[in-house]
């Protein structure tokens, strides 16, 4: 791999799969008494997150304390970028004391790229605006890897805020990478330009999307990132473009539903859906720490055969 995982786009279709497999073996590890390998001793991983994060933060977290790494939390609000302080200066500031990876969450598309640039630490893009969120592209994977054995010529819809997804983003670039073929639907008003150009086919309506597919991915609503109306209320989604148990039906009998979370129930997922048989959110979040683990794993130079010793 090479020093930095910034984007989906890094990483060649054998070092997708590289991550996956190396991920069977972490899982492993979290299932045992001691859920603790010394793989990562004495290595230092800074967390620093602009935005906030429940699941990518804490899967983090939990990963490197597996892999027995130290690691540091900024809490970005009781720091001196309250101050005015810039991301730039922070960055130099935490690599003047030698930590070995950062982890950056930031609200603008390319920060990472940025620390990429002036850091000789290794960063992890942990969601950059409305760029990529690789790591949550990789735990997909993962997750239907397993219940499906491979990715390739799967029909995968993905469905809801297109425009403002950076998980979209990510995973359209590893799945189409791995030979699925991804669907998507949403309001005409949340499509981003050049959608035509990712190799993905698009349906203004779910019932088309959804039809036959083997994965149907729900992606949230992002208010925050909303400047304006771009549809009339969420009830009105919810009655075009929500996941319903009857939608569900269209797709194969053994089809698998997920969510990169938080949420929004009753706006794009019914609860009777996101609890449902075919859900497996929950096993998204649990891959995460396997996941991460592969990825930090891998990125300080790991070799799969050493990760469970």
Not at 62 to 83: G, M, Y
Not at 126 to 139: F, I
Not at 223 to 239: D, H, I, K, V
């Amino acid at each position: 791999m090479k020093k930095d995982l910034l984007s989906i786009n890094d990483l060649s279709r054998d070092e997708i799969y590289r991550v996956l497999d190396t991920a069977v073996a972490m899982r492993e590890i979290g299932e045992r008494p001691i859920k603790k390998v010394p793989t990562l001793r004495g290595k230092t991983v800074v967390n620093l997150f602009y935005e906030p994060s429940t699941r990518t933060r804490t899967s983090f977290e939990i990963a490197e304390k597996r892999l027995s790494a130290d690691t540091l939390n900024i809490a970005v609000q009781a720091s001196s970028v309250q101050k005015g302080e810039t991301l730039a200066d922070t960055a130099m500031n935490i690599e003047a004391m030698a930590p070995d990876m950062i982890v950056l969450r930031h609200q603008s598309s390319g920060a990472c790229h940025l620390l990429s640039r002036i850091c000789r630490s290794r960063i992890i893009n942990a969601g950059d605006g409305m760029h990529e969120h690789p790591t949550q592209a990789l735990l997909d994977a993962f997750t239907i890897r397993q219940h499906k054995q491979q990715i390739e010529g799967l029909k995968v819809a993905i469905v809801g805020d297109l425009l403002h997804s950076r998980v979209l983003r990510s995973n359209v670039l590893l799945l189409t990478k791995l030979g699925a073929e991804v669907w998507m639907s949403g309001p005409q008003t949340l499509v981003p330009r050049g959608l035509d150009q990712l190799g993905v086919r698009f349906s203004p309506t779910v019932d088309e999307a959804v039809e036959g597919a083997d994965v149907v991915m729900m992606l949230r609503i992002q208010q925050e990132r909303m400047q304006g109306a771009y549809f009339p209320s969420l009830r009105e989604y919810y009655n075009v473009f929500g996941m319903t148990v009857e939608r569900m039906r269209r797709a194969k009998p053994d089809v698998i539903v997920m969510h990169p979370g938080p949420m929004n129930r009753g706006v794009e997922i019914a609860s009777d859906v996101a609890d449902g048989p075919y859900s497996v959110i929950l096993e998204q979040v649990a891959n995460g720490v396997a996941v991460r683990m592969a990825v930090l794993y891998l990125l300080a130079g790991g070799v799969e055969d050493e990760a469970v010793a």
